[in-house]
Structure formats: structure tokens, C-alpha cells
């Protein structure tokens, strides 16, 4: 049977153990706050830059160069998968099910046939995956902070990929990411990257009418070709951006219920050891006291 | 006298949202001058100034950005520039610092950061559109 102290030290360590998770439960609710607005703030562009390119976007022949970005290299055998996770613990399944939707990626493109590249951004996939899949990496970026780095970090994942998208080391880019659903809940998505795909974002019947529209309309300088050359790779960038973007606020999101859950819990434990220090005190009582009574009857 | 909304746009946030009398921006052809009812237009941009005026054609702010694009249709025209730096920020010394530095290095960044800083150079020493 455990002593009175042993009990009480377990109560103090359960105690600070609770003041550490809600200080970061606290903490990750400001910060999530913080790139929530960032985020926010950064949808008016991608909007607006997604409108253009979906008005543009069937003007583009099957053409070379830049333009690759949009239509593909006509081919389906080099695949890079871009997990993107946090570059810190402590945030519950938000990390594992990013390495885990994208171990499962990897194995079907793999039983397919396919060549599969891999590009981690986060500390935490890249050592998953440098534990699992080590020959399948490319490259990797950490500490990645885009909330303090801002768009200069995206710019810098977006030219790594088209310098090796144009020098045909890969066919198909895709992401794999937590899209931030609300404050509590975040949802495993896989984005094509390159080649755009324009299908998964409206219906293709209903937006090929409204293209042919905006066509006939705009007036376009110095032509559309020329801005679709400019568009595409920007819209890459933008991309990633706003995928940093979400997955930033989703892994806040996800620590700020995570420790929230452990504070709960944390006040439970302490519940339950308290009623048990106190069972263990009033046993400790009862059993003096009968020793003294049985004590002073056999005098 | 008509008014045009008029949107600018960086990548990390909104930064100006009113409605406006004209805007100039630097397209990549030459500069295009917006007025209320313009015709529709998209335009991809070269590193330069934005300049917006009031009603009375008074300049009320003037941007630089680096490159983007700008969408025009009659009651609204929107400008999404890479970066966005209000003129009054830029300081000609520090630019020509930075230009110096730049030049030791020889990659394919520190060219592109060279064009960007002599557009700045540019745009400050630039003094048309102050009075229109």
C-alpha cells in the first residue's frame, strides 16, 4: 500500500503536469488565432488569382515550357509526394496521419508501378519518413515557420519543385495536407499540385461556360499567353502558401485541443488521487486508533 | 464624380480597399491609367508604381510592387503585386546598399533582387503622375 507521501508527490507532479498543458493550450489558442487571421488575410489573393487562371486556363494549348504547369508532361510515371506536418510534437494526430495517409500514398503508387519521390516539409514527417522511406527522399524543408516567414519560405518550395519539374524528375506533384476545418477538427486532403487540376475545383461543364464568357469579354495585355506564363508559376507558389497557411493554423488547432484534452484529464487524475490520499489517510486514522483502544483494553 | 473600388493585394494581406477617383498602374506593355467604367481588362504587371488619386485627381498613396497582375472591369479594379511597399517606406540609401551587396553575389536570386531594387530606384527618382 502506497504511504500518505507517495500519494501527495503524485498529486504535485499530476498538478504541474496540468499547469504546463493548459499554459500551452493557452498559448496555441493566441497563436491559432494569429494565423487564422493570417490565413484570412491571404484568401483574397488566392481568390482572386484562381479566378484569372480558371478564365485563362482553356486558352492553353498543349504547349512547351511554362505552360507544362498547367497541361503536364503528357506522362504518368514520376510521382513526388509532399507531406506537409508540423515541425513540433504535442499536437495530437496531427502530425501521424499525415505520415500515415501518405506511407499509404506512397505504397499504392508504388504497387502501381509507379517512381515515387518524396519531399517532407516539417520536422516531423521528415523524420518519419527518413526512418521508413529513406532512398525515396528528395529533399526536405524545416522549420518552415510560415508565420513568421511569410510568402519568402513558399516562394522557396515552389522554385525547388519547378526547377525539378523542368528538369523531368517528376510527372505529377502531390500534397498531402491538414486542411483546417475549425478550431477543433482538421481533414487529411491530397492536392495535385502540377499539373493544375482545374476539375477539382468547379464543376468542368458549368466553369468551361463561364471561361468562354470571361473571354470574349476581358481584354487581355500584352496577351494570354504571356500572363498564363506569369500566372502559373505564381499560382504554384500561392498554393503552397496557402497550404503552409492552413496547415499552420491546423496543427495550433490541433495542440490547443490535444492539451486541452491532457488538462482535462490531468484534473481527473488529480480527482481520483485525492480521493484516494484521503481514503489512505482516514484507513492510516481508524487503524491507530484501533491499536490504541485494543492497546488500552489489554491493560 | 464617378468612383472606382479599388483593390490591392499581396499575397499575406489586404492592403488598401476604398473607392478611389483613378489609379495608375505599370503594366507590363506601359502604364494604364483606371477611371470608373474602364473597360474589362487583365493585365500582367512589371515592377513599378502604383498611384492612386482621389476624385480631384489628388494623389492619395502610391504603392511599388513587383510585378503581379491587375484585373479591370468597370466598378472595380483589383491589383495582386508580389510585394507591396508604400513609396514613403522605400529609402533610396539603404536600396543602393543593398544593390551593392547584391552584386557580389552571382545567382539567379540576387539578379532577380537587382532588377527589383533598380525598379525601386526607378519609381523614386520618377516624378510623373505627382500632379495630374
Known amino acids: 500500500m502506497p504511504s500518505l507521501k507517495d500519494i501527495k508527490t503524485q498529486i504535485n507532479s499530476v498538478g504541474s503536469t496540468k499547469k504546463i498543458t493548459s499554459a500551452m493550450k493557452m498559448v496555441a489558442a493566441s497563436k491559432l488565432r494569429r494565423s487564422q487571421e493570417k490565413a484570412e488575410a491571404a484568401r483574397p489573393y488566392s481568390s482572386r488569382l484562381e479566378e484569372m487562371l480558371s478564365s485563362l486556363a482553356t486558352s492553353a494549348s498543349s504547349g512547351e515550357g511554362i505552360i507544362k504547369l498547367l497541361t503536364g508532361t503528357g506522362e504518368d510515371q514520376n510521382y513526388i509526394v509532399v507531406p506537409v506536418s508540423a515541425d513540433r510534437g504535442l499536437c495530437g494526430g496531427f502530425n501521424s496521419s499525415i505520415n500515415r495517409e501518405t506511407f499509404k500514398l506512397v505504397k499504392k503508387l508504388k504497387s502501381e508501378n509507379k517512381k515515387v519521390q518524396l519531399l517532407p516539409i516539417g520536422k516531423k514527417s521528415r523524420d518519419f519518413f527518413l526512418r521508413t522511406l529513406k532512398e525515396n527522399i528528395t529533399d526536405s524543408f524545416i522549420?518552415?515557420?510560415?508565420?513568421?516567414?511569410?510568402?519568402?519560405?513558399?516562394?522557396?518550395?515552389?522554385?525547388?519543385?519547378?526547377?525539378?519539374?523542368?528538369?523531368?524528375?517528376?510527372?505529377?506533384?502531390?500534397?498531402?495536407?491538414?486542411?483546417?476545418?475549425?478550431?477543433?477538427?482538421?481533414?487529411?486532403?491530397?492536392?495535385?499540385?502540377?499539373?493544375?487540376?482545374?476539375?477539382?475545383?468547379?464543376?468542368?461543364?458549368?466553369?468551361?461556360?463561364?471561361?468562354?464568357?470571361?473571354?470574349?469579354?476581358?481584354?487581355?495585355?500584352?496577351?494570354?499567353?504571356?500572363?498564363?506564363?506569369?500566372?502559373?508559376?505564381?499560382?504554384?507558389?500561392?498554393?503552397?502558401?496557402?497550404?503552409?497557411?492552413?496547415?499552420?493554423?491546423?496543427?495550433?488547432?490541433?495542440?490547443?485541443?490535444?492539451?486541452?484534452?491532457?488538462?482535462?484529464?490531468a484534473g481527473e487524475m488529480i480527482d481520483s488521487l485525492t480521493l484516494k490520499y484521503n481514503r489512505t489517510r482516514q484507513a492510516f486514522i481508524t487503524k491507530e486508533l484501533i491499536e490504541i483502544i485494543s492497546g488500552a483494553e489489554s491493560i | 464624380m464617378a468612383k472606382i473600388s479599388f483593390d490591392l493585394v499581396s499575397p499575406e494581406n489586404l492592403i488598401f480597399n476604398d473607392e478611389v477617383g483613378m489609379i495608375i498602374v505599370p503594366g507590363k506593355d506601359g502604364d494604364i491609367g483606371v477611371l470608373p467604367g474602364h473597360s474589362k481588362l487583365i493585365s500582367s504587371l512589371r515592377s513599378g508604381r502604383v498611384m492612386v488619386y482621389g476624385e480631384n485627381k489628388d494623389l492619395l498613396k502610391s504603392f511599388f510592387v513587383s510585378g503581379g497582375f491587375a484585373e479591370v472591369n468597370p466598378e472595380k479594379c483589383i491589383v495582386l503585386g508580389e510585394t507591396v511597399e508604400e513609396m514613403n517606406s522605400l529609402d533610396k540609401n539603404s536600396i543602393e546598399k543593398e544593390i551593392q551587396e547584391l552584386q557580389n553575389k552571382d545567382t539567379d536570386e540576387s539578379k532577380q533582387q537587382i532588377l527589383i531594387a533598380n525598379a525601386k530606384i526607378e519609381a523614386l527618382n520618377a516624378s510623373f503622375y505627382e500632379k495630374i
Not at chain 1, 166 to 178: P, Q, S
Not at chain 1, 197 to 225: G, L, R, W
Not at chain 1, 238 to 252: M, T, Y
Open chain 1, 143 to 265: 522549420d518552415t515557420n510560415v508565420s513568421s516567414a511569410g510568402y519568402n519560405i513558399a516562394l522557396e518550395i515552389s522554385a525547388k519543385l519547378q526547377s525539378l519539374y523542368f528538369e523531368g524528375k517528376f510527372d505529377k506533384c502531390i500534397l498531402v495536407y491538414n486542411k483546417f476545418k475549425s478550431a477543433i477538427s482538421q481533414e487529411v486532403t491530397q492536392q495535385q499540385l502540377i499539373p493544375l487540376d482545374i476539375s477539382n475545383k468547379n464543376n468542368e461543364d458549368k466553369s468551361n461556360e463561364t471561361e468562354s464568357s470571361n473571354k470574349a469579354i476581358y481584354t487581355y495585355e500584352p496577351d494570354e499567353e504571356t500572363i498564363l506564363q506569369d500566372l502559373l508559376p505564381k499560382n504554384v507558389s500561392i498554393q503552397i502558401f496557402k497550404v503552409l497557411l492552413e496547415s499552420d493554423a491546423g496543427e495550433q488547432g490541433a495542440r490547443m485541443a490535444a492539451m486541452d484534452n491532457a488538462t482535462r484529464n
